[in-house]
Nanobody, 122 residues
């Protein structure tokens, strides 16, 4: 049974840093691409970032390029999203998602976590 459990969300001031974590189980993380999406109030869920199965290629939505970093630790079965210099417009529920076996950054989401709320204040 595939499970993804996000943590690390909360209230942060603009310009500070925050790291989201996603503990996965039920599949071998080293063989899968992974990604992060987010959904702000009243808006559709949007892609934020993806990482290929090797953990070497990344893709980001333009609005977070240069500020967010996606990574994974296959030993800890954990996916991370480092949020540097967050802005109020980054406020959303952030979701971790499993990609494809041997997947690239051309991301097709599979299983989802329950989400973690991130609120960025001015």
């Amino acid at each position: 049974q595939v499970q993804l459990v996000e943590s690390g969300g909360g209230l942060v001031q603009a310009g500070d840093s925050l790291r989201l974590s996603c503990l996965v189980s039920g599949f071998t993380l080293s063989r899968y691409s992974v990604g992060w999406f987010r959904q702000a109030p009243g808006k559709e869920r949007e892609f934020v970032s993806s990482l290929n199965w090797r953990g070497l290629d990344t893709r980001y939505v333009d609005s977070v390029k240069g500020r967010f970093i996606i990574s994974k630790d296959n030993v800890k079965s954990t996916v991370y999203l480092q949020m540097n210099n967050p802005k109020p417009e980054d406020t959303a529920v952030y979701y971790c998602t499993q990609g494809r076996l041997w997947g690239s950054v051309d991301f097709q989401p599979g299983a989802w976590g329950q989400g973690t709320q991130v609120t960025v204040s001015t």
